[in-house]
T-cell receptor, first 114, second 111 residues
Framework: DSGVTQTPKHLITATGQRVTLRCSPR?????VYWYQQSLDQGLQFLIQ???????AKGNILERFSAQQFPDLHSELNLSSLELGDSALYFC?????????????FGPGTRLLVL | DAKTTQPTSMDCAEGRAANLPCNHS???????VYWYRQIHSQGPQYIIH???NNETNEMASLIITEDRKSSTLILPHATLRDTAVYYC????????????FGGGTRLMVKP
């Protein structure tokens, strides 16, 4: 158990819909990362938040957005869903200290878009 | 981040040491070598990381060559539960905070 929690575990929805994935980081971790893992793309970094502020952006679509709240939990919002958005979505947390840090991953949310 | 190269798959007998190689010939001085593994579709699990010196923890040992162009992850006594995809990642958190995952090595531990 990494200490990172994600809800829901599974999500089934239809094309065009909007969903919200939630992540609670480990106690004390200020940084939250979101990754997407699809069959054809592997694990890809989407976005990072540090203490409520966006810190880095990866291959995140404009239809996707995220935020980190004052209690440090984070939400990833996916809208206008397409079949190709079906994937595993992981969040990770770390203590951002520069130089070196270790990201700990949650169990993921499996999204299926029908 | 430097690109890493790993064999696509490896087999190991249960109880034997599993030695997983990784090439990172373009690694920069600021980049650490991280190892993660992913069992089925679970979240990636952190194993170990290092910069120059060899490292050991309760899960594994990491041997980094003196020129830092390659490394080996050693699982000293592999069990069936070690069957997973193992990812070697070179990361410089001063240059960017994301981990770049490649294809990894699929390790199959056999009875």
């Amino acid at each position: 158990d990494s200490g990172v929690t994600q809800t829901p575990k599974h999500l089934i929805t239809a094309t065009g819909q909007r969903v919200t994935l939630r992540c609670s980081p480990r106690s004390g971790d200020l940084s939250v990362y979101w990754y997407q893992q699809s069959l054809d793309q592997g694990l890809q970094f989407l976005i990072q938040y540090y203490n409520g502020e966006e810190r880095a952006k990866g291959n995140i679509l404009e239809r996707f957005s995220a935020q980190q709240f004052p209690d440090l939990h984070s939400e990833l919002n996916l809208s206008s869903l397409e079949l190709g958005d079906s994937a595993l979505y992981f969040c990770a947390s770390s203590v951002y200290g520069g130089g070196q840090e270790t990201q700990y991953f949650g169990p993921g949310t499996r999204l299926l878009v029908l | 981040d430097a690109k890493t190269t790993q064999p696509t798959s490896m087999d190991c007998a249960e109880g034997r040491a599993a030695n997983l190689p990784c090439n990172h010939s373009t690694i920069s001085g600021n980049e650490y070598v991280y190892w993660y593994r992913q069992i089925h579709s679970q979240g990636p699990q952190y194993i170990i990381h290092g910069l120059k010196n060899n490292e050991t923890n309760e899960m594994a040992s990491l041997i980094i060559t003196e020129d830092r162009k390659s490394s080996t992850l050693i699982l000293p006594h592999a069990t069936l539960r070690d069957t997973a995809v193992y990812y070697c990642i070179a990361a410089d958190y001063n240059a960017g905070n994301m981990l770049t995952f490649g294809g990894g090595t699929r390790l199959m531990v056999k009875p």
